[in-house]
């Protein structure tokens, strides 16, 4: 078993829906979540960050994560064209820890 | 916000040649670098952490002689492929992460290899 799996996709939704991106892990210790947007050909850049259980809410964007079930959810709302890219959850168990990514999936906002 | 740069974005190496990748972090220090790759349509894969001053630490399956990692200061860290092969085109990306603040990593634009 990965230690994070994500669905690939390819996800692709009508200008203004609602998305939900999601990953599931296998280790308890993970502590700290991240989602990462990345255009073709470019490095990722990090659009949420999250310590521990819980929400988090940065515009249009929502973080969950529920430990408990080892489940962690991005929420795009009024998705844009703009926001098509392939996204990838990532996780580390301490602020010092080494970075481990999904596969990602990539999302297509369709005009 | 934390800038972090690449270059060259994008080289043709022939193979068997070597080929240097540069990675800097333009407006904070950093005591430590990592360095992935990518192939199409797959994740990032870390393949060393360095940090400064010191030996770079490779994970299980990379070669230390072939991908060669050299973190001089506190804003660069370099990467070095050497005699490169076709296998080794892939899209290298690096990331820096501060000496001070939240211990988040920042990452660079990539830099697209490809060896003929």
């Known amino acids: 078993q990965k230690e994070v799996e994500q669905d690939p996709g390819p996800l692709s939704v009508p200008e203004g829906a609602i998305v939900s991106l999601n990953c599931t892990y296998s280790?308890?210790?993970?502590?700290?979540f991240m989602w990462y947007r990345q255009y073709s050909r470019k490095g990722p850049e990090l659009l949420m960050y999250t310590y521990s259980s819980g929400n988090k809410e940065d515009g249009r964007f929502t973080a969950q994560v529920d430990k408990s079930s080892k489940y962690i959810s991005l929420f795009i709302r009024d998705s844009q064209p703009s926001d098509s890219a392939t996204y990838l959850c990532?996780?580390?168990?301490?602020?010092?820890?080494?970075?481990?990514f999904g596969p990602g999936t990539s999302l297509s906002v369709i005009p | 916000g934390a800038v972090v740069s690449q270059h060259p974005s994008w080289v043709i190496c022939k193979s068997g040649t070597s080929v240097k990748i540069e990675c800097r972090s333009l407006d904070f220090q950093a005591t430590t670098m990592f360095w992935y790759r990518q192939f199409p349509k797959q994740s990032l894969m870390l393949m060393a952490t360095s940090n400064e001053g010191s030996k770079a630490t490779y994970e299980q399956g990379v070669e230390k002689d072939k991908f060669l990692i050299n973190h001089a200061s506190l804003t660069l860290s370099t990467l070095t492929v050497t005699s490169a092969h076709p296998e080794d085109s892939s899209f290298y990306i690096c990331?820096?992460?501060?000496?001070?603040?939240?211990?988040?990593?920042?990452f660079g634009p990539g830099t697209r290899l490809t060896v003929t």
């Open positions: 990532a996780m580390r168990k301490t602020s010092y820890d080494k970075v481990i």
């Open positions: 990331s820096a992460r501060e000496v001070t603040g939240s211990g988040e990593q920042y």
């Open positions: 280790n308890s210790a993970f502590q700290y």
